[in-house]
Every structure is written in C-alpha cells, then in structure tokens.
C-alpha cells in the first residue's frame, strides 16, 4: 500500500482489520493490533497490507494511539517505575492465554510470547541479563551474536528488546540493508533506529517524542545537559523544545530524528539561535559514523537523567554490509566501531577509537564516540559468519563479547513443544493428562520436519503442532492416522 501512518486502519489477508500501533525499518514493516487478536500486537510486512474499503480519504488515526511526531501536554511526573524483575518464567506462561494461542496458530510470535518461544538459549539469556546489569552500573556492554539463518538471531533480537523494556530500558532496533538502511551511511541506520524507539511502557508511544516531553521542565535534565556537561546536539535541543509549543514542535522532531533532508539554518533562523544555542548539523555524510555514536549515547544519558534504565541498540542483518562496494564496506565497519566505542569503556575495546577517522567540522570533527559522564548504552549486533567479515568481528569485540548461535536439537523442540501443549491444555483440560507424551511425540515431529524442510520455519512448525492437538481433541482418531503417516515418512 502507500503512505502508512500510525493509527491507520488497514487489512491482512489473514488476520484481518487492525490499526497500526507503529512503524518498523524505516516504515517496510508494522505492529499492527488486529480485531480478531485482540489486545495483541502483530510484526508483518507493510506490503501485506491494504486499506480497507470505506470512505475516501486517509485512514482516521485512533485517538487512544499515541502520536509519534506531535507533542502532549508537558508530563512532570517521574517515570514510570519499571519492573525490574526478568519475564515471567515459561511454566507461568501457560496459565491461560487464549489471545496468545490463536497468536501462534496464525504463525506469529507477540511479544507476550516471546519467552514461552525461547527456548535452548538459556546461557544467552544469561548473558544478557548481566549485560544489562553492567550498563545500570556504568559499566557499557556490547555484544555480536553470529548465526547461521533459521537459527533464531532476530528472535533473540526481539527477545532481548522485551527482556531491555522490562528492565527500564528505551530499546532501538533497526534491520540494516543496503536500501534503506545501509550500514555505511549512519544517518539513515539512525533514522530507523529513532522511528522505532520503544519504551518500557509500550504505551507512550515510539519516537523521541514520550522522551522529549519527559525531559521538558526535568530537574535532572536541567542539572546534566543545561549545565556544565553540554552535549553539542541534546543540549540546544533540550533547550529549544523546553520553549516550543505543540504547533512548533514537529521540525525540531523531525531533525533531532535524522530527517531526510537537514535544514538546520532555517531552524536557526526562525528561532534566532546563536552561537552554542544553535542546532548543528545532523548531514548524511558517510565519515559521521562517531557523531552519530555520540547522539546515541547521549540519548541514553538523557533517557536516564528522566528516570529510564537506559538505551538499548539492537542491529539485525549487520551481514548486509558485506554487499557494499569495497569504499562503502570501510565506512559501514566504521559505523560498528563507532557503536562499540560509545558503549563500552576504552580499555575493553580491541581498538583505539583516537585512531579512527573522523568527518565534520570543528567542534564536531573533534567530538568523543561517547558522551561524558554516564551513559548507560548497550549495543548488540546480529550477523550471519560467511568467512568474508569475520577478521572485522575479531576487531569489534573481544572473543567474551560474542554469542555463536547453533542450531537447536530435538531435545529443545520437546521443551517448545511441552509450553506449547501447556498452554493449549490449560484451555482443554482433557488434553492435561497427555500433556508429556504428546510433547516428546510432537516435538520430535517438529524437528524431524524443520530438518528435512517440510516446516520452513519453527513458526511454522507450531501451527502444525496446534494443528495437531486440534485433531487429538475433536477426532482422535484422524491425529493417530496422521501421525503413523508421519513417522513413516520420517523415520
């Protein structure tokens, strides 16, 4: 379809009408909350959607949805006290989700599911958690997860993001490829990344707007940005918004998140800003990878100075960068170093960032890769290892700072394939006293079919499962026919 805006009305071919709650990789994908899910939010791809039929004219926005350009009345309440406590474990997942069910018999996975779904990867998770831990201490943390695909590393992307917003943290997520989203140009990776900024609770909307309102009038912000620790962009614009009405807001929003094109000097000079008041340039230049780090990490220290945990960055499909031109691969290892520099402390690092070219003009040729002071940022990048980048892995991170994902094995699967027929004999109480041998039947099909590819992925594989105990529940004798074919064929 078209243009797509948040609060838009639109259709799925199989989930039916819903509204976009928000925009993803640079507006290619959608949450959208369809009707028949319910309260449920669903990630599919913007050109799965059309507008559904009814008057002419753009779609009406949902006045329930936040909006992620316009501004609300200034909130001077502190932050929301987030829960610090990790996810719910998967034993309690299955206390009965119908929602969450009919999620997965759709063959997607909502963020209330991602725990129950994430399985086999309990020394990551670990991994993780104390990565979180270190960035509340102020320590920094970075991480590179490597994975051949189909073995889940945007699902452990997503997961991480659920397991960051549950720990108070803002999350930034952005699929790099060479369109879009190209690793060698880091205004464009940092306009996705802010078109797609989350928070703790998910309804505050996306965007810096919740984070600009929050900061509007905070003595905290005052206190880090508006006195001795200026910070070259948040400073001015903190100070800028702080006087700006509604009707005003919305270009110094758009620059702050990377617009397209910059026009500094007309904003400059509408609001008469002089001097260090004056908003610099944010430019698409490709050797502006360490201003960009630096923006980055100064969000972060502004998302804590309102009360937040902190930011957290997640990259997905970093492999992309190996696609660039021999010119445009330099400047995209660039951006991941810079990256890496902003959140973890020098002496971690398997690099020198004073080494590393740096674009610009005087104060903003000169600028660190990091913010002074605290700045609680975690960086994770996931790639796919095919020999060609792996010497550029070795020099991001050291070999601690890296998670090689291998494929799960039938074991894992019977775990999936246990939460699954958990959940579903919560609702149907007749299936709980078969609930473990199904679960090691079921699970061995799952992998038996993902490793002969008749289930392309394990998405896939549990709509057959809830396919399955669909059969077991209303015609057992079909599902003990079904499945003496299967073992035929695949044992």
């Not at 316009?70 to 406590?85: F, I, L, V, W």
């Not at 910070?231 to 903190?238: F, G, I, K, N």
């Not at 990259?315 to 991941?336: H, K, P, S």
Request: aromatic fraction near 6%.
């Amino acid at each position: 379809m078209g243009f797509l805006s948040v609060g838009a009305l639109v259709t799925h071919p199989e989930h039916g009408v819903g509204r976009v709650v928000s925009l993803l990789r640079g507006g290619r994908a959608a949450m959208v909350r369809f009707d028949r899910i319910g309260a449920l939010e669903i990630h599919v791809s913007v050109r799965e959607l059309i507008s559904p039929p009814g008057p002419s004219g753009p779609p009406t926005a949902d006045p329930s949805t936040p909006s992620t350009t316009g501004r609300s009345r200034p909130d001077t309440r502190p932050a929301p006290k987030a829960d610090t406590r990790p996810p719910s474990a998967p034993s309690s997942v299955a206390a009965g989700n119908g929602q969450l069910l009919e999620a997965l018999r759709l063959g997607v996975v909502p963020a209330d599911g991602l725990d129950l779904y994430t399985v086999g990867r309990e020394a990551e998770v670990r991994a993780v958690d104390a990565d979180l831990a270190a960035v509340k201490r102020g320590e920094g943390a970075a991480r590179i997860i490597l994975g051949d695909y189909g073995t889940g590393k945007t699902h452990l992307l997503e997961h991480v993001a659920a397991r960051a917003r549950a720990h108070g943290f803002l999350v930034a997520q952005a699929s790099l490829d060479p369109v879009d989203a190209p690793a060698s140009n880091p205004r464009r990776v940092y306009r996705v990344l802010m078109q797609g900024l989350t928070y703790p609770d998910l309804d505050a909307g996306v965007g810096l707007t919740p984070l600009l309102d929050r900061a509007r009038g905070h003595e905290a912000v005052k206190a880090r940005f508006l006195g001795e620790e200026r910070h070259a962009y948040l400073t001015p614009a903190v100070s800028l918004w702080n006087r700006l009405d509604e009707s005003q807001a919305e270009p110094v929003l758009d620059w702050l998140s990377g617009a397209a094109q910059d026009y500094t000097p007309e904003l400059n000079a509408r609001y008469r800003l002089y001097g260090k008041r004056s908003l610099p340039a944010l430019m698409d230049y490709r050797p502006w990878a360490h201003i960009y780090a630096y923006l980055l990490s100064g969000l972060a220290a502004l998302a804590h100075a309102t009360g937040h945990a902190g930011l957290v960055v997640l990259l997905d499909e970093a492999e992309f960068f190996r696609v660039l031109t021999a010119e445009n691969r330099e400047f995209a290892e660039r951006l991941f170093r810079a990256l890496v520099a902003a959140a973890l402390p020098a002496g971690e690092l398997p690099f020198s960032p004073d080494d590393e070219p740096r674009g610009g003009r005087g104060e903003l040729k000169t600028l660190a890769h990091r913010y002074t002071g605290h700045c609680p940022l975690y960086v994770m990048m996931a790639m796919t290892p095919t020999g060609q980048g792996d010497t550029l892995v070795e020099s991001l991170v050291r070999p601690e700072r890296r998670l090689e994902l291998t494929p799960l094995g039938a074991p894992e699967y019977r775990e999936l394939a246990r939460r699954v027929v958990l959940l579903y004999a919560d609702r149907h109480e007749v299936l709980r006293p078969k609930v473990d041998a199904l679960s090691q039947l079921i699970g061995d099909l799952m992998f038996k079919g993902l490793a002969d590819g008749s289930f392309d992925t394990p998405r896939m594989a549990v709509k057959f499962v809830l396919e399955l105990l669909d059969m077991s529940r209303t015609t057992p004798d079909r599902v003990r026919t079904a499945l003496e074919e299967l073992k035929r064929l695949w044992y």
